[in-house]
């Protein structure tokens, strides 16, 4: 009898409140839309389309590695909580594909890949035979990740009506930006003579920046960290460096960098010259705050004068 008379004094009790609520006036400010973005480099494009406008939620930060990244428990309840969730795609976050595909079907979420957004045309090819036939790093090539800052401001604009005119124009402003930092980037690559502009990196992340900016490119491992390098890799880039006379090769901050040292020891194995470390580039994910690669243009400057330093000299 006790117990009832305490069930009835706290239903008596959640009433009151429930009254209490539904009287509360509605607050002033709309709610600001809550995006998630897996990148640095996605995150970077949000805030220069929307600024204040959104809560902007990251997965990803400096030297965490995309292609091997398990989201975590905490990850999948910000994916559960977000309106609008932008990841790279064409398999850059692999263990994540699955848990994005299932958030896709929900109602009221907008999930886009935005490397999926691309005109397939302007993609680099990647693994066909394995169901991914696209190169997953498209941020490397300023022009197309000019294409991924309109899909961002077209997709806020679209969820956010009333901040439309807001997205639509700090995404001109910043596409500006964008066209110099182009322009940047290949008059810093006309520094290098054309038959030093050899770029050798851990894994196969600058694909398209060797497109866009007149690199060839070779790497220890393809275009995923998830398989590890194999010793004939090794022995084949060695082999590479050697006949190209390449005069330095370059660490990424998301790739441990043994693998590159290993090739740095089999060049010295086989000629007795070393091939010097031309620095570092920020391969997957951009630099931590303060680092001056903390936003995608930053970051693409540090790139290609770290190259220039290094091999245009
Ligand atoms: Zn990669």
């Not at 998830?226 to 390449?246: K, R, Y």
Request: proline residues 5%; negative net charge; charged residues 20%.
């Amino acid at each position: 009898m006790l117990q009832h008379v305490r069930w009835m004094i706290m239903l008596v009790g959640m009433t009151v409140v429930v009254a209490a609520c539904s009287t509360a006036p509605a607050p002033a400010a709309p709610e600001r839309l809550t995006v998630l973005v897996t990148t640095q480099q996605i995150g970077d494009a949000v805030q220069n389309v929307a600024g204040e406008q959104v809560e902007l939620v990251m997965l990803l930060g400096p030297g965490i590695d995309p292609h091997t990244y398990v989201p975590t428990e905490s990850d999948l309840r910000k994916l559960e909580r977000a309106d609008v969730i932008f990841a790279n795609g064409l398999h850059l976050e692999a263990r994540m594909d699955r848990v994005l595909e299932q958030l896709a079907t929900r109602e009221g979420k907008r999930v886009v890949l935005l490397g999926n957004q691309l005109d397939r045309a302007n993609l680099l090819s990647w693994e066909p035979e394995a169901g991914f036939p696209y190169d997953p790093h498209v941020w490397n090539d300023v022009r197309l990740w000019k294409e991924v800052v309109a899909v961002i401001a077209t997709t806020l604009a679209d969820a956010d009506p009333s901040n439309a005119a807001t997205y639509q124009a700090n995404a001109m402003a910043y596409a500006a930006e964008l066209d110099e930092l182009h322009a940047y980037l290949l008059a810093q690559a006309e520094m290098i003579p054309a038959e030093r502009r050899v770029l050798v990196t851990a894994h196969d992340a600058f694909g398209y920046f060797g497109r866009a900016y007149g690199f060839e490119v070779a790497a220890v491992q393809g275009l995923s960290t998830q398989a590890e390098a194999s010793a004939a890799d090794i022995q084949e880039l060695a082999q590479i460096i050697i006949e190209g006379n390449v005069p330095a090769i370059f660490i990424e901050t998301t790739v441990s960098p043994r693998t590159i040292e290993a090739v740095q020891a089999a060049v010295h194995n086989a000629t007795g010259q070393p091939v010097r470390l031309g620095g570092e580039l920020y391969s997957d994910a951009m630099g931590a705050p303060s680092s001056g690669a903390e936003t995608y243009i930053g970051m693409m400057r540090h790139n290609m004068d770290t190259i220039v330093a290094a091999l245009g000299a």
